[in-house]
């Protein structure tokens, strides 16, 4: 994904000319060998328009740009040498490795649902101005996605499409559990989804807006029953566990819903702070990119990355409490709840912190003493005092530190509360 319109410092500022993307993409499709599906989007940000252009990854690596292969250094392209070209081809090499780009050996093509394998690959044809022929074999349609390799499917097909379940593939698939309590010993409901990736999600879905709590909306003359979640903010963790978690792991999604929340857990990490997640336009790097690429084809997902912002946004419109992501147990775990509760309150959301007070606790042990002037010396160089003042307060009303005096005097005890990095 490259994003036109930001500049060297991360910030979305828009095109100047925005009318010059059409005449640079024609210029692309005929500047490069072998061709490329490149396909462009222009989107608006702030009342600025940018322009989001795809590129979905190619079998015929490394490409040639006018005669010559280039790389980025820093700031600047620069043509390879004959060292780094065998260095990317060893890239290539590494990356064919990856999970879902390995073949799955035994799975044949023609096992594989033909009419969901036709209907997408004429989609993602549609989308990258590629012709598909009238019939194509199961086989034809998988190449067109690129999700073949060592002329079996890879398992990032399977994984998509395949909808027997497979014993050599247990993580294909959502367990669902209703709770009475929090105390996870009673449940009303304990089931499993599966099937192909756009089936598991269906099911899971219904099943989530059935058993979620309701709550009553007027409109107009009539009154009706909706889910106390955002059906939205349901979809999105879903989606985002489904298709960004690590398929290396055997383990299951896991969906729970309790008296009082609802979570998501998958098999993975986390690297990106969720509390830049209300960050309105940036592109994602997902886990498992071909797998990304079928699910926004199918339209479950954008390559643009906002689905943390959507969960956010769905949220606070309803006055609901911030979603909180964490890492644990292997995995990332999503709560969303609808009221407030002890558990939920001592895991503060990250974005409640910004960069200085996230580095002050990752930096400041247990029973450390710290003045105001230490921590704009350390942790606040440059900013004002009252930024300063506003942040150890905010760790003071969140039990991370206690204060200690008065006035500019007072000193700040590092408690036992832990970092919620």
Same mark, same amino acid.
């Given at each position: 994904?490259? *994003?036109?319109?930001?500049? $060297?410092?991360?910030?979305?500022?828009?095109?100047?000319?925005? +009318?010059?993307?059409?005449?640079?993409?024609?210029?692309?499709?005929?500047?490069?060998?072998?061709?490329?599906?490149?396909?462009?989007?222009?989107?608006?940000?702030?009342?600025?328009?940018?322009?989001?252009?795809?590129?979905?990854?190619?079998?015929?690596?490394?490409?040639?740009?006018? @005669?010559?292969?280039?790389?980025?250094? @820093?700031?600047?392209?620069?043509?390879?040498?004959?060292?780094?070209?065998?260095?990317?081809?060893?890239?290539?090499?590494?990356?064919?490795?990856?999970?879902?780009?390995?073949?799955?050996?035994?799975?044949?093509?023609?096992?594989?649902?033909?009419?969901?394998?036709?209907?997408?690959?004429?989609?993602?044809?549609?989308?990258?101005?590629?012709?598909?022929?009238?019939?194509?074999?199961?086989?034809?349609?998988?190449?067109?996605?690129?999700?073949?390799?060592?002329?079996?499917? =890879?398992?990032?097909?399977?994984?998509?499409?395949?909808?027997?379940? *497979?014993?050599?593939?247990?993580?294909?698939?959502?367990?669902?559990?209703?709770?009475?309590?929090?105390?996870?010993?009673?449940?009303?409901?304990?089931?499993?989804?599966?099937?192909?990736?756009?089936?598991?999600?269906?099911?899971?879905?219904?099943?989530?807006?059935?058993?979620?709590?309701?709550?009553?909306?007027?409109?107009?003359?009539?009154?009706?029953?909706?889910?106390?979640?955002?059906?939205?903010?349901?979809?999105?963790?879903?989606?985002?566990?489904?298709?960004?978690?690590?398929?290396?792991?055997?383990?299951?999604?896991?969906?729970?819903?309790?008296?009082?929340?609802?979570?998501?857990?998958?098999?993975?990490?986390?690297?990106?702070?969720?509390?830049?997640?209300?960050?309105?336009?940036?592109?994602?790097?997902?886990?498992?990119?071909?797998?990304?690429?079928?699910?926004?084809?199918?339209?479950?997902?954008? *390559?643009?990355?906002?689905?943390?912002?959507?969960?956010?946004?769905?949220?606070?419109?309803?006055?609901?409490?911030?979603?909180?992501?964490?890492?644990? +147990?292997?995995?990332?775990?999503?709560?969303?709840?609808?009221?407030?509760?002890?558990?939920?309150? $001592?895991?503060?959301?990250?974005?409640?912190?910004?960069?200085?007070?996230?580095?002050?606790?990752?930096?400041?042990? =247990?029973?450390?003493?710290?003045?105001?002037?230490?921590?704009?010396?350390?942790?606040?160089?440059?900013?004002?005092?009252?930024?300063?003042?506003? $942040? *150890?307060?905010?760790?003071?009303?969140?039990?991370?530190?206690?204060?200690? @005096?008065?006035?500019?005097? =007072?000193?700040?005890?590092?408690?036992?509360?832990?970092?919620?990095?």
């Amino acid at each position: 994904m490259i *994003l036109l319109g930001m500049n $060297d410092e991360g910030h979305f500022i828009g095109l100047s000319r925005p +009318q010059t993307v059409e005449p640079l993409m024609t210029h692309l499709e005929q500047a490069i060998s072998p061709k490329i599906p490149l396909r462009v989007e222009l989107v608006e940000y702030a009342g600025k328009q940018g322009a989001l252009i795809e590129v979905p990854r190619g079998s015929d690596v490394p490409y040639v740009h006018k @005669g010559a292969i280039y790389i980025r250094t @820093g700031a600047q392209n620069r043509a390879a040498t004959a060292e780094q070209v065998r260095a990317l081809l060893g890239k290539r090499e590494d990356a064919e490795q990856r999970w879902e780009r390995v073949a799955a050996y035994g799975i044949e093509a023609d096992s594989l649902p033909m009419e969901l394998l036709q209907s997408t690959a004429k989609r993602y044809g549609e989308r990258y101005g590629q012709e598909l022929t009238e019939n194509p074999s199961a086989w034809d349609c998988l190449e067109r996605l690129n999700l073949t390799a060592d002329l079996w499917p =890879t398992r990032g097909a399977v994984a998509l499409f395949q909808r027997d379940p *497979l014993p050599a593939f247990p993580q294909f698939g959502i367990h669902a559990t209703g709770f009475t309590s929090e105390s996870k010993l009673e449940t009303s409901e304990d089931v499993f989804f599966q099937g192909d990736l756009h089936e598991v999600l269906d099911q899971a879905y219904n099943f989530c807006l059935i058993r979620l709590p309701k709550r009553t909306v007027i409109s107009g003359l009539v009154r009706q029953e909706e889910p106390i979640l955002p059906a939205l903010a349901v979809r999105e963790a879903l989606v985002n566990a489904l298709m960004h978690r690590d398929y290396a792991d055997r383990a299951q999604v896991q969906v729970r819903i309790f008296p009082n929340r609802f979570e998501v857990w998958n098999p993975g990490k986390l690297d990106l702070n969720p509390s830049e997640a209300s960050v309105a336009l940036r592109v994602s790097r997902p886990t498992n990119p071909d797998i990304a690429r079928v699910c926004s084809v199918w339209g479950l997902a954008e *390559l643009l990355g906002a689905g943390l912002e959507r969960i956010q946004q769905a949220m606070q419109e309803l006055g609901l409490p911030t979603p909180q992501w964490r890492n644990v +147990q292997g995995g990332v775990l999503l709560k969303l709840a609808w009221k407030e509760d002890a558990s939920l309150s $001592d895991a503060v959301s990250l974005s409640a912190f910004n960069e200085r007070m996230l580095a002050c606790l990752g930096a400041v042990k =247990t029973n450390a003493v710290l003045t105001r002037e230490e921590y704009t010396q350390r942790f606040a160089p440059g900013q004002a005092e009252r930024s300063a003042r506003n $942040d *150890l307060a905010k760790l003071v009303s969140l039990g991370y530190f206690r204060a200690m @005096g008065g006035g500019r005097g =007072t000193a700040y005890l590092r408690t036992d509360k832990p970092s919620p990095i």
